[in-house]
C-alpha cells in the first residue's frame, strides 16, 4: 500500500496534537511544590515553602505565641505559649495533609501542595 503525501501529513498532524495533548494533560503547568500553611482561627495568614529553612514566631490577636522551623522540609513547632504544650511534643510534619494543632491558640499548621487550595471549613460546632 502506498502512502500519498496527504496522507503522510495527517498522520504527522495527528501525532504532534496527541503528543501535545498528552504534555497538557501529563506535565503540570507550574512546578509543584509543598507549602507550610499557616491557620489562625481558621483563617490562613501565611504560606511558606518547605524548600527554604526558616524559624518564625506567629503572635496570635490575643497576644499568644507559638514558634515554628522549617528544617530540611520538615515543620516543627519548637515553642507556645499554651499550657500543655502538646503542639511541641508532636512530630514533625514534611507530607501534605499533615497538621500540627495548637488547639488552646487556634493555631494550625497545614502541609499542602502547591496546586492545593486552602480547605474550607464546612461548619463549627459548639
Do not use: W
Not at 496522507?7 to 507550610?36: E, N, Q, R, S
Not at 497576644?63 to 512530630?91: L, R, W
Amino acid at each position: 500500500m502506498k502512502h500519498t503525501r496527504p496522507d503522510l501529513v495527517f498522520l504527522t498532524l495527528l501525532v504532534i496534537v496527541g503528543l501535545l495533548l498528552a504534555g497538557y494533560i501529563y506535565l503540570p503547568a507550574h512546578p509543584t511544590g509543598k507549602f507550610l500553611e499557616i491557620r489562625i482561627d481558621g483563617k490562613v495568614t501565611a504560606t511558606y515553602p518547605l524548600s527554604e529553612d526558616r524559624k518564625q514566631q506567629i503572635q496570635t490577636d490575643d497576644g499568644h505565641t507559638n514558634t515554628f522551623t522549617i528544617e530540611n522540609g520538615i515543620v516543627y513547632m519548637k515553642d507556645a505559649s499554651c499550657p500543655d504544650q502538646i503542639c511541641v511534643h508532636t512530630k514533625g510534619i514534611s507530607k501534605s495533609g499533615e497538621t500540627i494543632v495548637c488547639l488552646p491558640h487556634k493555631v494550625v499548621l497545614a502541609i499542602v501542595d502547591s496546586t492545593q487550595t486552602s480547605p474550607s471549613l464546612d461548619g463549627i460546632s459548639g
